[in-house]
Each structure stands twice: as structure tokens, then as C-alpha cells.
């Protein structure tokens, strides 16, 4: 009798033990939740209450993007504009460049050198500025610049060469003249295309070279051919600017960009999370996705309760 009045007073004190146990955990799970929720909330309050800012012809300036005059907590820091004589301005490497749209469907910015002047052949690109400035949008893994060049948006190249003699029988060399007159000798020619450096023709040397996202630019890329273009459809190509992609900074609001991959999937005309599959404490694959901080929490608790580690009777 004394033995079994023993047995229940342990077994008592166990499960005296055992419901303490429980909720303590349920006050963790309850605090993890909550703050889960605020955080959720602050995100959302961020991007829902911070009224569009405008500046010229771009009307709808909104996070990620804001103008430098804009509440703190509105917007990215990593993607502010300025507004500079009622134009909407990147600042992009060493120079600053006109915003001339700003597409949050396909997370696109349309840029143009300050240079251009639209029908005004005479003008040429301020900045010497090539694809390889950028980090391409193929490389899933870095995530350190702002913005990058991919498909889309698709980025071209057109070339200014100062050659030394004049350049005959190569349709691929436009001559500048009368439009450009510029402050050195020998004869300048421009070509709009992704040009071989093997086709330099000698006594040329590259001067200059600026971005295009033109479709007409896209064209001759795409079919592999070498179509010609009179100066002035080049300037035009220039006077159209050139697309960079911030969807980097948008899988950071739609995915979670840790345990996730994230790309912009044209067929869908979104975005897409490549789901990775994660091994939770008690050995379950399951979407990383649906993986949260309290199921985690709860394994961990069964394992060590299993193993013997945390309840001992």
C-alpha cells in the first residue's frame, strides 16, 4: 500500500509537471503568433498607407520606389528618385538619368541618358554605360544591386567609333555628319547593334558606347541580322531608353526570398517562388513555404519529450 500511495504521488507531481509544461508552451506559441501578426502588419501598413508621389509625366511613384522628399517609412531607401525641374531622376553609378516610365506589372524602369534630346540629332548620350555594368537577372544566387538587365527587360548596345579614315562598304558604320560635329579629328560613325570587336575596322577606336531597349534593336538580335539604320532612326533608338528590372526588391514582398528562389515568369506574366523542401526536427519533408517558426518549435518540444530530454517520471 505505502509502495502504490508512493507510485501515484509521483505520478501526480508528473502530471502537475506535465500541464505546467504545456502552458508555458501554448504562452510561446501565442507570443510567436503575435508578433508573426504585428510583423505581417507593419509590412503591410508600409506599402497600403503611403500615398503615391508624383513628378512631371511619372504620376504613380510607389514602393519600392519613393522621391527623396518622402516620409521615411515609405518606400526603399535603395530606390529613391529626385525630382529635378519637374523631371524624375535616377541616380545610377556615377551619373543620373530621366525616368521615363516605371512598370509595376513586369517591374520595369525605363531610363534615358540626359544627353538625348528628342529631335534633336545633334545631341549624344552624356554617359558611357554597356550591359556589363549590370548584374544579370539569370543569377539567381546574388542579390546585391538595385537593379539588373535580363529577359525581360531585354538591353542592346549602340557604339560610337572614331575612325581615322573614312569607312566604305560596311552599311553597319553610320555616319554621324552633318547631325554631330564632334572635338576631334578623323570621322565618327555610329552602330547599333551588339558589335563584334572583331569587326573593327582599323584605325577605329570606340568612343562612346549607350543602351537601348528599342524593339527595332530587338529585332535585328533576336534574327541574327545586321540591318542597317540611318543616323536618325539611331537617335531614336537612344531617345527611347533602356529597361532595367528591379524584380529582385519584388521577390523580397512576394516570396520568401531565404528559403525560396524567385524569378519573373513571362508565360505567366508574374511571379513565381521555386518552392525548396525542407527536413523539419522530427525528419518530415515538407514546402519550405508552409515550414513556420511554431511547427518547428512544437518538433522540437515531442523530439526532446521522445528522447527523454526535457520530462523524466
Given amino acids: 500500500m505505502i509502495h502504490s500511495g508512493i507510485s501515484a504521488s509521483v505520478m501526480s507531481r508528473g502530471m502537475e509537471s506535465f500541464l505546467w509544461f ?47 522628399n518622402d516620409p521615411t517609412s515609405c518606400g526603399d531607401p535603395r530606390y529613391e528618385l529626385s525630382c529635378e525641374n519637374n523631371m524624375t531622376v535616377l541616380p545610377l553609378f556615377s551619373g543620373k538619368y530621366y525616368v521615363k516610365s516605371i512598370d509595376y506589372k513586369f517591374y520595369t524602369i525605363r531610363l534615358v541618358d540626359p544627353g538625348i534630346q528628342e529631335g534633336n540629332c545633334s545631341s549624344v548620350p552624356r554617359y558611357f554605360l554597356t550591359t556589363s555594368n549590370f548584374t544579370s537577372s539569370y543569377n539567381y544566387s546574388y542579390r546585391g544591386d538595385p537593379y539588373e538587365v535580363g529577359s525581360p527587360p531585354w538591353v542592346g548596345h549602340v557604339l560610337y567609333l572614331n575612325c581615322s579614315k573614312p569607312v566604305k562598304n560596311d552599311p553597319m558604320y553610320v555616319d ?50 545586321s540591318q542597317p539604320f540611318s543616323y536618325a532612326e539611331i537617335h531614336g533608338i537612344l531617345n527611347y531608353g533602356f529597361d532595367l528590372t528591379w524584380v529582385r526588391r519584388a521577390c523580397e514582398d512576394f516570396c520568401d526570398t531565404n528559403l525560396q528562389n524567385c524569378q519573373f515568369n513571362g508565360e505567366i506574366g508574374g511571379l513565381e517562388c521555386e518552392l525548396d523542401y525542407c527536413r523539419t526536427p522530427l525528419g518530415k519533408f515538407v514546402n519550405c513555404e508552409h515550414l513556420s517558426k511554431v511547427r518547428i518549435f512544437m518538433e522540437d518540444i515531442i523530439l526532446g519529450i521522445v528522447k527523454g530530454n526535457i520530462l523524466s517520471f
Avoid: E
Wanted: net charge positive.
Fill in 176 to 225: 554621324t555628319s552633318p547631325c554631330i560635329k564632334w572635338n576631334s579629328k578623323g570621322h565618327v560613325y555610329a552602330i547599333a547593334n551588339d558589335f563584334n570587336t572583331g569587326r573593327l575596322n582599323v584605325g577605329c577606336q570606340v568612343k562612346l558606347v549607350a543602351t537601348s531597349s528599342d524593339s527595332s534593336l530587338f529585332k535585328n538580335f533576336v534574327n541574327n541580322i
Fill in 22 to 68: 504545456l502552458q508555458i508552451v501554448m504562452v510561446v506559441v501565442l507570443i510567436l503568433l503575435h508578433h508573426t501578426h504585428q510583423t505581417c502588419d507593419t509590412i503591410n501598413n508600409n506599402q497600403i498607407y503611403c500615398t503615391p508621389s508624383s513628378c512631371g509625366k511619372i504620376t504613380n511613384i510607389k514602393h519600392p520606389f519613393r522621391l527623396k
